[in-house]
């Protein structure tokens, strides 16, 4: 079954205390959510035992991490494998977001690393892709998504793709308030949904989510979700506030 997710990714912000405010906001707000619409709060790695204790009974709402490492343990000064989030409590992660791809150099077999090692630790991915501003003017993002979903997944078998989440984010609209619009949504979406078709048959894609990430905010939520192949969102900056979240949350159909 194909689940609307909204997914909170706080990035590099906020302390524990705020950080446990926010949860509790978002908590007092009591979404409204069910098996088929779905949270997924992923806060930085420190917030993650205090989130997953703050969110423990709640059903539908699920702690995510913001990465994991492509080894799975060793000498990596820093780093937090798939394996330790698992033991943490994670159940998803994320996986190709555009900052790790462009900030931290992460190549496309490191990113296929990640997803093996998360999967076999019984993680969720949440697998990003997205073009550059270049690549949009030039009209080729479709080939250019194409790549980056082929070079992250497509070693996987079709059984593994249940616990694959894909997250479209135009690195054009990441953080810049310039939203995607609903029908540029859609065509990449249904695109993506076709890509996966291909490789792995209609059943496989038509269970998939695939959530629009991108300067979403409560005002332009409801019409990029209402669009047939967008399942949710994967939201930056408007997830910093209860309020917001919520009202991207109250957006989903
Ligand atoms: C993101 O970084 O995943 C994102 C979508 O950020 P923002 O919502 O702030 O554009």
Not at 78 to 88: D, I, P
Request: with cysteine; net charge negative; aromatic share 6%.
């Amino acid at each position: 079954m194909r689940k609307k997710i909204v997914a909170g990714n706080w990035k590099m912000n906020l302390n524990l205390e705020d950080g446990k405010n926010l949860v509790a906001g978002i908590l007092a707000g009591n979404p409204a959510l069910t098996e088929s619409k779905q949270v997924v709060i992923a806060p930085p790695f420190i917030h993650l035992l205090q989130t997953g204790v703050q969110i423990e009974n709640q059903q539908y709402i699920s702690l995510g991490a913001q990465n994991c490492h492509f080894e799975a343990s060793g000498a990596f000064t820093g780093e937090v494998s798939a394996a330790m989030l698992q033991s943490a409590g994670v159940q998803y992660v994320i996986i190709g977001h555009s900052e790790r791809r462009e900030y931290f150099n992460e190549t496309d077999s490191q990113l296929a690393q990640k997803t093996d090692l998360a999967l076999h630790n019984g993680l969720k991915v949440i697998f990003c892709c997205g073009e550059p501003l270049d690549i949009r003017d030039a009209d080729t993002q479709n080939d250019y998504v194409a790549a980056q979903i082929k070079a992250g997944l497509f070693h996987l078998d079709a059984t593994s793709l249940k616990d694959i989440v894909i997250a479209y984010e135009p690195i054009w609209a990441i953080g810049t308030g310039r939203t995607a619009t609903a029908a540029q949504a859609q065509e990449m979406h249904a695109h993506i949904r076709q890509i996966v078709a291909a490789q792995y048959g209609n059943d496989v894609a038509n269970d998939m989510s695939i959530l629009y990430g991108g300067s979403c905010k409560p005002a332009n939520a409801a019409e990029l979700m209402a669009c047939p192949d967008v399942d949710g969102g994967l939201i930056g900056g408007a997830s910093l506030k209860a309020e917001e979240f919520l009202g991207i949350i109250d957006a989903m159909i």
